[in-house]
């Protein structure tokens, strides 16, 4: 409902974003995963190409679109991938927030999804009218029977990837219950000390897709956060359902982005190149943060780090934003993210390399110095 919507988690978070601008070095913006470099060559090309585009697009995408995410599926992933049961999305946010709805989840039924996760798995769930159900591990949702059970890995906020088998548990689970079970794997392509493992893999799901979902983003994969790109695929009944509902209400990837998704998907060297930045940023703040005295938890995967000092995460983002360093609140991700922040390693080099300074022993902490 939404009345029952909860207040928009960056507005409560204005006056930290204020005080670290203020610092004279300027602000350090760890607190948001969206990325700052620049959108590949081949991209941009493909869109303008493409930008001659009069008509009405179609729901389902291009042939071509359908047939380079089902291609990047089998070659980056190693799943077997239909084409048909390709739909994109306008942006994987859109689709996690209204994906309750357009299967017509309603009173009644209720919606699992991880209980340290973005808050938008539970806004959805409240969009349709269902009841929120935040579990701490898979293995909570046993006892529970909700209509669409929601998984994140790799993991936002901490960083974390699943093993094939502890995936492949969770989907005999969801199967023997009838259950949906939806893998939101936008950070799938940024798993740094662990294999990347799709729910839709053969030896997850044993070739089978019923029951199956996974939703893809090329936000931080290829640097298209302002191009809304993504999709989802899977079990081919639910898409088919997914691409009627979404015909009537007009739910529609614009042709230009379209072609952008098609090169994108189709080529990998980009990915590898943006790959080897984050992997430098990482290393420098992991080290900045450790030696700073924060414990930075195991991670293996994603494009932030979950640090601790032991201390409420409003005293943590307070005392950083004294140094013009923002980092995300653990609570926003939920109660038990109380004691940590998010750090997100998504900045420009420059900036992670100020961030770098100002943690260490004698860097500034008062906006008294233009590090």
Not at 47 to 55: R, V
Not at 153 to 171: F, H, I, M, Q, Y
Not at 287 to 292: D, I, L
């Amino acid at each position: 409902m939404i009345s029952e919507l909860p207040a928009f988690p960056w507005t409560v978070f204005a006056p930290y974003w204020q005080r670290a601008e203020e610092h004279a070095g300027g602000i350090v913006n760890l607190a948001l995963g969206t990325p700052v470099d620049p959108t590949p060559d081949v991209v941009r090309h493909a869109l303008a190409e493409a930008s001659n585009s009069p008509g009405h697009p179609p729901v389902e995408g291009t042939p071509a679109l359908r047939e380079a995410a089902a291609g990047w599926l089998t070659r980056r992933l190693g799943l077997t991938a239909d084409a048909e049961a390709v739909l994109p999305v306008l942006g994987t946010k859109e689709l996690i927030a209204w994906l309750p709805t357009l299967l017509g989840a309603g009173a009644g039924d209720s919606v699992a999804f991880p209980a340290l996760a973005l808050s938008t798995y539970g806004v959805g769930a409240r969009l349709a009218g269902a009841t929120p159900l935040p579990v701490a591990t898979p293995e909570d949702l046993h006892g529970h029977s909700p209509r669409i059970a929601w998984l994140n890995w790799p993991s936002n906020p901490e960083g974390r990837a699943a093993s094939a088998e502890d995936l492949r548990k969770t989907v005999d689970w969801a199967r023997a219950h009838g259950v949906l079970l939806v893998n939101d794997e936008c950070y799938i392509e940024h798993c740094w000390d662990a294999e990347p493992v799709s729910i839709l893999r053969p030896d997850v799901c044993g070739g089978d897709h019923t029951g199956l979902l996974a939703v893809h983003s090329l936000s931080k994969r290829s640097n298209l956060a302002g191009y809304r790109a993504g999709f989802v695929t899977g079990d081919p009944s639910v898409v088919a359902t997914l691409r009627t509902v979404r015909k009537h209400a007009g739910m529609a990837m614009p042709g230009p982005v379209c072609a952008a998704m098609t090169a994108a998907l189709g080529d990998d060297a980009h990915v590898d190149e943006q790959r080897q930045r984050y992997l430098r940023r990482r290393a420098l703040l992991r080290e900045a943060f450790t030696a700073a005295g924060f414990r930075v938890e195991p991670a293996d995967a994603a494009l932030f780090l979950w640090v601790t000092r032991d201390e409420s995460c409003w005293d943590t983002v307070r005392e950083l934003a004294e140094r013009g360093i923002l980092v995300s609140p653990g609570e926003f991700y939920g109660e038990s993210g109380e004691w940590h922040v998010r750090a997100a390693f998504t900045a420009t080099d420059e900036r992670i390399e100020a961030a770098v300074s100002r943690l260490s022993p004698g860097g500034c902490c008062g906006g008294s110095c233009h590090c």
